[in-house]
């Protein structure tokens, strides 16, 4: 499976179908670089047929939600045998820094996307695009806006443009400023670039209609001062430009041809495009123009995607970082063991649409343990110990047991596993009063070791507190697995087992959902309140459990299935050579369902 398996039919294909039949974007020309109407149309004829991309902010990680843009937009753009542009919308140097462009391009490239036909992150012909590559021709553009009277400077306060906007069902107010000759505009928006005014005091605004019944076309705000440090172009800008202004900017000078966003879009679009028609109208952008889709965002139970709570977690100590295995962060995923192509196949299996709807954390985790079933190879781990001495075999003796490395695929052959007279057992697997329905191992009851014999339990040894610390068990030498007489005695019960001679001890971390409600932050009644509540206390637990020898050789990133317990892997930042640190990527059912 891959991003180009992705291809199930929604309305977003159907629209480039229609587009790519009716030759829409025909005559679309590409230079490689940004440039005006006729620098473009002296380039080489682009060989795209279709051009996505992806824009994310480089203020935080990123989370599970873009990890479905990533695998739309990539994933479009591979099946079109088009081309997907990485681009950072770095238009706030307040918040930026370079710690999070490096973790959002290593984890574009972890999910499989980067590139459409080369997937190396330093691929010439797939280059890293920024925002900020384009603030000359924002500016200049905005020049242009203010030049043929469609901008102008405003002088109000925050306070006052806010109540003058209006309401949903009362029209905005024009600024008192909205008349300024296109001379004054021109000089005070030049004092804005140079520095020479204070930050709030002025910003450039659009001029559309402040009557519109849409309130994005009420005079918007295109750029505010800003005395901030860039961390790519230092303090050559006093001026930034505003997200709903940069953004179709940028598509255009990119040649994007479908630029998707989410839904809380929808009502930006007519501003995007009456932007790109004003630009297209004089020349200064070529058409085609893109063309803005809108898809349902991923709404995810059981988790948080708001990077300032999700900062707040992280900032507080409620994790131990953003990459923390428990964190709705792709860096986190892929630290908890998570897959690239569980995420591919979620994606696909939940769809595409128009219309939000909450999808259960289970589905993501059912395609986990999908894909893990499929490629792990098992392997014994004893989590909760108990000695199990067997008194009638030699203390000196051992001998080796074969256990399938995958049951589903027996070309992976066999490994041993040696028995010897003292093991490890699962504590629960043993019970001196068991309750109904229990057929693992209880006094004077019998069960298969498996791939070994079948022992009958005789007594058990206990401390001063009475808690269990050994049971004592016969093996009939007879009922070997493989053997002949391997059926000779029937039972009801299978364990797993570790020979406490060999085994070898690793930590081992079980996660679970760092949520325990599916709509954290919110109540019965869906009213608000504290959504640090609803933080389940037992989302990591740390034990020191028993593995087979072989473990010890795993590497960091390593995935297996420890059997009965689910899929772990070892850890990508505590693992050390020989010395593993398992986390629990998931169960190997879902034990949430019993709980709702």
């Given at each position: 499976?891959s991003?180009?398996?992705?291809?199930?039919?929604?309305?977003i294909?159907?629209?480039?179908?229609?587009?790519?039949a009716?030759?829409?974007?025909?005559?679309r020309?590409?230079s490689?670089?940004?440039?005006?109407?006729?620098?473009?149309?002296?380039a080489?004829a682009?060989?795209a047929k279709?051009?996505t991309r992806?824009?994310?902010e480089?203020?935080?990680?990123l989370?599970?939600?873009?990890a479905?843009?990533?695998?739309?937009?990539f994933?479009?753009?591979?099946?079109y045998?088009?081309v997907?542009?990485?681009?950072f919308?770095?238009?706030?140097?307040?918040?930026e820094?370079?710690?999070?462009v490096?973790?959002i391009?290593?984890?574009?490239?972890?999910l499989?996307g980067?590139?459409c036909t080369?997937?190396?992150?330093?691929?010439?012909?797939?280059?890293?695009?920024?925002?900020?590559?384009?603030?000359?021709?924002?500016?200049?553009?905005?020049?242009h806006?203010?030049e043929?009277?469609?901008?102008?400077?405003?002088?109000?306060?925050?306070?006052?443009?806010?109540?003058?906007r209006?309401?949903?069902?009362?029209?905005?107010?024009?600024?008192?400023?909205?008349?300024r000759?296109?001379?004054?505009?021109l000089?005070m928006?030049?004092?804005?670039?140079?520095?020479?005014?204070a930050?709030?005091?002025h910003?450039?605004?659009?001029?559309?209609?402040?009557?519109?019944?849409?309130?994005?076309?009420?005079?918007p705000?295109?750029?505010?001062?800003k005395?901030?440090?860039?961390?790519?172009?230092g303090?050559?800008w006093?001026?930034?430009?505003?997200?709903a202004y940069?953004h179709?900017?940028?598509?255009?000078l990119?040649n994007?041809t479908?630029?998707l966003?989410?839904?809380?879009?929808?009502?930006?679009?007519?501003?995007?495009?009456?932007?790109?028609?004003?630009?297209?109208?004089?020349?200064?952008?070529l058409?085609?123009?893109?063309?803005?889709?809108?898809f349902?965002?991923?709404?995810?139970?059981?988790?948080i995607?708001s990077?300032?709570?999700?900062?707040?977690?992280v900032?507080?100590g409620?994790v131990?970082?953003w990459?923390?295995p428990?964190?709705?962060?792709i860096?986190?995923a892929?630290r908890?063991?998570?897959?690239?192509?569980?995420f591919?196949?979620?994606?696909?299996?939940?769809?595409?649409?128009?219309?939000?709807s909450?999808?259960?954390?289970?589905?993501?985790?059912?395609?986990?343990r999908?894909v893990?079933?499929?490629?792990?190879?098992?392997?014994v781990a004893?989590?909760?110990p108990?000695?199990?001495?067997?008194?009638?075999?030699?203390?000196?003796?051992s001998?080796?047991?074969?256990?399938?490395?995958?049951?589903?695929?027996?070309?992976?052959g066999?490994r041993?596993?040696t028995?010897s007279?003292?093991?490890?057992?699962?504590?629960?697997d043993?019970?001196?009063?068991?309750?109904?329905?229990?057929?693992?191992?209880?006094p004077g009851?019998?069960?298969?070791?498996?791939?070994?014999?079948?022992?009958?339990?005789?007594?058990?040894?206990?401390?001063?507190?009475?808690r269990?610390?050994?049971?004592?068990?016969?093996?009939?030498?007879?009922?070997?697995?493989g053997?002949?007489?391997a059926?000779?005695?029937k039972?009801?019960?299978?364990?797993?087992?570790?020979s406490?001679?060999?085994a070898?001890?690793a930590?081992?971390?079980?996660?679970?959902?760092?949520?325990?409600?599916?709509?954290?932050g919110?109540?019965?009644?869906?009213?608000?309140?504290?959504?640090?509540?609803?933080?389940?206390?037992?989302?990591?637990?740390?034990?020191t459990a028993?593995?087979?020898?072989?473990?010890s050789?795993?590497?960091?990133?390593?995935r297996?299935?420890?059997?009965?317990?689910g899929?772990?892997?070892?850890?990508?930042v505590?693992?050390?050579?020989?010395?593993?640190?398992?986390?629990?990527?998931?169960t190997?059912?879902?034990?949430?369902s019993?709980q709702?």
């Amino acid at each position: 499976m891959s991003i180009d398996s992705l291809a199930a039919t929604n309305f977003i294909r159907n629209i480039i179908d229609a587009d790519l039949a009716g030759n829409a974007y025909a005559t679309r020309r590409w230079s490689g670089k940004p440039g005006t109407a006729a620098e473009q149309q002296h380039a080489p004829a682009d060989t795209a047929k279709i051009r996505t991309r992806f824009p994310p902010e480089p203020n935080g990680y990123l989370h599970f939600g873009h990890a479905k843009s990533i695998l739309l937009n990539f994933g479009l753009a591979r099946d079109y045998g088009g081309v997907c542009h990485l681009r950072f919308d770095d238009t706030n140097p307040e918040k930026e820094e370079q710690e999070f462009v490096d973790g959002i391009i290593d984890a574009v490239r972890w999910l499989g996307g980067r590139n459409c036909t080369n997937p190396a992150v330093d691929n010439p012909a797939s280059p890293i695009y920024f925002a900020s590559d384009y603030f000359d021709w924002m500016y200049r553009f905005a020049e242009h806006l203010i030049e043929h009277g469609d901008a102008y400077v405003d002088s109000q306060s925050a306070d006052d443009m806010r109540a003058n906007r209006g309401s949903l069902t009362e029209p905005g107010k024009s600024s008192p400023f909205r008349n300024r000759s296109v001379t004054e505009n021109l000089q005070m928006f030049r004092e804005m670039r140079d520095g020479k005014h204070a930050e709030g005091s002025h910003v450039l605004r659009a001029k559309i209609d402040m009557s519109s019944p849409n309130i994005n076309l009420r005079d918007p705000a295109l750029y505010r001062i800003k005395h901030a440090h860039h961390h790519r172009h230092g303090d050559k800008w006093h001026i930034y430009p505003m997200y709903a202004y940069a953004h179709p900017i940028e598509d255009a000078l990119e040649n994007i041809t479908h630029s998707l966003c989410t839904l809380e879009f929808e009502d930006q679009r007519p501003w995007y495009d009456w932007l790109l028609n004003k630009l297209a109208e004089v020349g200064e952008l070529l058409r085609p123009l893109p063309k803005q889709i809108e898809f349902s965002r991923l709404n995810l139970t059981y988790i948080i995607t708001s990077k300032r709570f999700l900062k707040q977690l992280v900032e507080q100590g409620h994790v131990s970082g953003w990459d923390d295995p428990r964190m709705p962060t792709i860096v986190g995923a892929r630290r908890r063991g998570f897959t690239p192509k569980g995420f591919q196949l979620f994606v696909e299996r939940i769809g595409v649409s128009k219309s939000d709807s909450w999808i259960d954390m289970s589905v993501l985790e059912d395609c986990q343990r999908e894909v893990m079933n499929e490629a792990c190879l098992r392997r014994v781990a004893v989590l909760d110990p108990l000695k199990l001495e067997i008194t009638n075999y030699d203390a000196l003796a051992s001998e080796s047991c074969l256990a399938p490395n995958h049951p589903q695929k027996p070309e992976l052959g066999k490994r041993e596993l040696t028995f010897s007279r003292e093991l490890w057992i699962e504590r629960d697997d043993f019970a001196e009063v068991p309750p109904k329905g229990f057929f693992r191992l209880t006094p004077g009851g019998m069960v298969r070791l498996r791939f070994a014999y079948v022992i009958k339990c005789t007594s058990v040894e206990k401390d001063a507190a009475g808690r269990i610390t050994k049971v004592l068990a016969e093996y009939l030498p007879e009922t070997k697995s493989g053997s002949s007489g391997a059926d000779a005695v029937k039972v009801k019960g299978n364990i797993h087992w570790l020979s406490a001679r060999h085994a070898v001890a690793a930590e081992v971390r079980l996660f679970d959902r760092l949520f325990s409600v599916p709509y954290p932050g919110r109540g019965v009644d869906n009213s608000t309140q504290n959504f640090l509540d609803d933080l389940n206390p037992a989302s990591k637990q740390v034990v020191t459990a028993y593995v087979e020898p072989s473990l010890s050789l795993a590497a960091a990133d390593d995935r297996v299935q420890f059997e009965r317990h689910g899929y772990f892997v070892a850890d990508r930042v505590d693992s050390t050579p020989g010395k593993p640190v398992w986390n629990r990527a998931v169960t190997l059912r879902d034990s949430w369902s019993t709980q709702k």
